[in-house]
């Protein structure tokens, strides 16, 4: 038996589960149905992904341990967007703009939820989002699946549709500390990204329109390079976020494979999939290390990095930045794969 669940908590008069599944192979996931949460992911008896012990430690989960982030990741500026000529207000979050899909976003949302147990072990999680809510038009469908792969990945599959033309940039936001989550900083993890450009920041870890050529900046990962020789340098980008929180412009396109992360104590490496056009690495900035994390852990900044695969940041604001608007009728259909060695 490969997939198990098991009822933690009521809430909102809704049961909230833990799903377990397994590939036989080493690598393991516990999954809730409150965010599409990934609580843990174990390969080679190591739990490498940041989280809380209890159902209850995530209602305030202010940085997004392992959520799905819908319907947009990243910020909306001022918190507006135009589509067909109207403009829609959106909720504020984070000072003026919407960040993450706004107050309840996808993180917080009580999903539907399917084991299936074929050749490989998946977790079906549908939800709905209602027009307006958060500000955003159109009644949207949403159906994200985690599967265990053969080859040792969690490969993440999802979908949406609209009624109307919508706004829909669906990430993940898991921590990983391929170290182990319980064992310090990613200082010394290794980077390589197929990255030649990227998006620098503006005010509050937004956008300001430009592309520019990581070459000879911090931003170059075309050369593997650990984490610490960037974070740690006087590059006026990586002060201002006090780490990295960028959105790098991957190369190629179609579902490639577009980077690779090796922890140096454990030597678990990872490889990064997606077919999306961008990825938000960001390095925890602002975990702030004063609150008792999984297993009594105390995580502070830099405990962890995500990689955030989605649409550029401001794309609906810079019209050369490829859009993230969903038509009506059409299909949300994109898949990243966090794969293990
Ligand atoms: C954003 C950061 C933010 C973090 C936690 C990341 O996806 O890029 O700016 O601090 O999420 O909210």
Known sequence: MRIKKELIAEYNGKKIYSFFLSNGKGLSAEILNYGGIIKRLIYKNTDICLGFDTFEDYLTNDDYFGAIIGRNANRIVNSEFNI????????????????????????????????????????????????????????????????????????????????ADTVVNLTNHTYFNLNGHEKGDILNHSLFLY????????????TNGEILSVKGTVF?????????????????QIIASSGIDHNFILNGSGYRKVGFVKGDKSGIAMEIYTDRDGIQVYTANEILGNRVCKGNALY??????CFETQAFPGNLK????????????????????????
């Open 84 to 163: 067909n000529g109207k403009k829609y207000k959106l909720t504020s979050n984070s000072g003026k703009d919407n960040h993450h899909g706004g107050i309840n976003g996808f993180d917080k949302k009580i999903w539907e939820a399917e084991l299936v147990e074929d050749e490989e072990a998946s977790l079906i999680l549908k939800t709905t989002s209602e027009d307006g809510e958060e500000g955003f038009p159109g009644n949207l469908t949403v159906k994200v699946t985690y599967t265990l792969t053969e080859d040792n990945g969690i490969k993440i599959h999802y979908e949406a549709e609209s009624d």
């Open 195 to 206: 990255s030649d450009f990227y998006t620098p920041n503006g005010d509050n870890e937004t």
């Open 220 to 236: 170059d990962f075309n050369e593997e390079s650990s984490f610490k020789n960037r974070i740690l340098s006087s590059d006026k």
């Open 300 to 305: 502070k900044r830099y405990s962890g990095v």
């Open 318 to 341: 810079f019209s050369h930045f490829p859009s993230s608007i969903l038509k009506k009728g059409e299909k949300f259909n994109s898949v990243t794969s966090y794969k293990f060695i």
